[in-house]
């Protein structure tokens, strides 16, 4: 055989060596386990993230000019307010509690003439404040706030005078905010905050003012449709390893557990409460304010769980547990419609609010609603009057056992309710709410009682 046969029979040997081996790796199956789709952890979003500043506003803006006071509650106002502020730039940041130890003194500050007031619903740390804004000082104080007052304001110089004050622990820092867009701030919601709503002011107890509209609140009912998140959603975002957890059915609802965590399914109030009963031994030693905050937003951020327009509603020191409350054209909703006790997040949250309880670093319990209210009907709105504001006062002091110095705030919202007509439709029904004895009611007006209430969450 010749040096040119032997060469063509080894690159034919080669050919075939190539072809069986093209082929093996074709026709080769791995003997590995079939996996299912059920068992795939697909992390979906649920709606939107969203930043502090989105969440942290006031409930009610109010403007004092001597005898007379204005006030809004309209997201108008109170969404400008907060864009104005992120713009500011806040020096010399001082606690100056110290001169204003007397109640007069405190009112004078909070409500004196030319006083713009910003109020709160629940407790601002200055660390959350400072995600927002901006602090020029060395150290933002280690304090918390729910009222802002701005006053002394120079439109040549471009600053004003701000007081931060904490009305719970007395506490009142001061300090200059810079403003670049200063007279447009003065224009809009200085000068023209007397053509706001017109504010009665009413002495309650010892020490306490309350600023309530003086005209009968016209506002409209809606009705909504509401879109339902889909549980397993839910089940993949709140759960490490979804392919763990089982699925168990109950009445009026289901339950998934995954043998260390569970969260419970109401099909009656479409709301979950997800609960982690290892973290219920360090529910009673938070840590700061700003913390909770901080951690609360992130962990709604993680799975884009911010449904409708949420607000920061309940929050202050020394608690494990911050609320974020459904609003209405800038008015709280609330609802009495409960989920079963049995061990859950029940007693914590209703149909309006999301809620969080924390132990040190991970969420004890977490419920809320699993709808939306995007599918609004508008041919069922009605216009509903209510009582004034001074009825309403007069109504409240007939209760049982009433104690001025409980009596916390009132407030105009609306009440989150099952339309008697359909079940599958949620009503938004305009009322007079109080908070009372660190609680929420609705008051309602009788002829037989002369007033009767029942708790809000």
Do not use: C
Request: glycine share 4%.
């Amino acid at each position: 055989m010749n040096y040119e046969k032997m060469k063509s029979v080894g690159l034919a040997v080669l050919v075939a060596i190539s072809i069986i081996l093209t082929l093996s790796i074709w026709n080769y199956q791995p003997n590995y386990e079939a996996i299912k789709k059920d068992n795939i952890h697909e992390v979906s979003s649920i709606s939107e993230t969203k930043e502090a500043s989105h969440l942290v506003k006031p409930s009610k803006v109010l403007f004092h000019k001597e005898n007379e006071n204005y006030g809004s509650t309209r997201d108008l106002e109170t969404d400008e307010i907060m864009k104005e502020i992120q713009t500011w730039t806040f020096t010399n940041t001082v606690n100056v509690s110290t001169r204003f130890t007397t109640a007069k003194g405190l009112d004078e500050l909070l409500h004196g003439h030319n006083r713009l007031e910003l109020v709160f619903p629940a407790f601002v740390p200055f660390y959350t404040m400072n995600t927002i804004t901006t602090f020029e000082d060395d150290s933002v104080p280690n304090a918390v706030f729910d009222r802002m007052v701005i006053t002394d304001v120079d439109t040549k110089e471009k600053r004003m005078t701000v007081y931060f004050v904490s009305t719970k622990e007395r506490l009142v820092f001061k300090s200059v905010a810079v403003s670049p867009n200063l007279s447009s701030f003065k224009k809009q919601f200085i000068k023209e905050a007397e053509k706001w709503e017109p504010y009665a002011l009413y002495s309650i107890g010892r020490n306490k003012k309350l600023f309530l509209p003086e005209k009968q609140p016209v506002l409209s009912s809606y009705k909504y449709l509401p879109d339902e998140i889909d549980i397993k959603d839910f089940r993949d975002l709140l759960f490490s390893d979804p392919s763990l957890v089982k699925k168990g059915l109950k009445t009026n609802g289901e339950e998934y557990t995954d043998g260390s965590t569970l969260m419970k399914v109401d099909y009656k109030t479409r709301m979950i409460s997800y609960v982690n009963p290892a973290k219920e031994s360090e529910i009673d030693n938070p840590g700061s304010l700003h913390d909770l905050l901080d951690k609360s937003i992130k962990f709604i951020n993680e799975h884009s769980g911010w449904t409708d327009q949420y607000r920061l509603f309940e929050a202050s020191p020394g608690s494990s547990k911050v609320s974020y409350r459904l609003f209405k054209n800038g008015l709280p909703v609330f609802n009495d419609q409960r989920t079963p006790e049995d061990h859950s997040t029940a007693s914590d949250s209703s149909m309006a609010e999301i809620v969080q309880i924390w132990g040190q670093d991970k969420v004890y319990k977490y419920s809320r609603p699993y709808f939306t209210l995007d599918i609004s009907l508008p041919s069922e709105e009605e216009e509903v009057t209510l009582p004034d504001s001074a009825s309403v006062l007069k109504q409240v002091k007939k209760l049982d056992n009433f104690d001025p110095e409980q009596l916390e705030d009132i407030v105009v919202g609306y009440e989150l309710l099952p339309d008697p007509q359909s079940s599958k439709v949620l009503v938004l029904e305009p009322a007079w709410f109080y908070k009372y004895g660190g609680s929420w009611q609705h008051l309602s007006f009788t002829e037989k009682t002369g007033g009767s209430v029942h708790g809000l969450e």
